[in-house]
């Protein structure tokens, strides 16, 4: 092996070495944490959501299809909200099908939508980005 060669397997296991540390930092601090914790109703509401394929017309947080409108904020839209929510599931409309909900199911998915309201806006523009890369939001419950 010639002297260059061994040099380039140095260099490459030094920077092996550090990317296994540096990710050792980040996944093992507790600067961060998720709380998104939802009710079991909410959580019912997330699984009919997934089971009815509603993320291939609808967006929440920018996320999604483009079919139908982003839901990230229906639920406290001033012209919006939990009747208008539950007018659309029980009719359809135009491209949106006419689902079969029961009523605990419609309530389900309702409580989804208002839990991922809570979480905060889209779009948010009042980010910042930190230096450690986190990006601060404005959340509505204030955090």
Known sequence: MSK?????????????????????FIYTSEAYTATAALSPQALKGQ???????????????????????DLTNVYSHPDKGPVYINAFLNSGVKSMPKFQFSE????????????????????????????????TLKYKNGR
């Open 4 to 24: 260059i060669t061994k040099r380039y397997i140095f260099v490459i296991a030094i920077l092996l070495a550090l990317f296994s540390v540096y990710n050792y």
């Open 47 to 69: 699984e009919l959501w997934q089971k009815n394929n509603c993320w291939s017309c609808h967006q929440l947080y920018g996320l999604g299809g483009y079919l139908g409108p």
């Open 104 to 135: 605990n199911e419609k309530a389900a998915i309702i409580e989804y939508l208002r839990m991922v309201d809570e979480t905060g806006y889209y779009p948010n523009f009042d980010a910042s980005i930190e230096n450690s890369g986190w990006v």
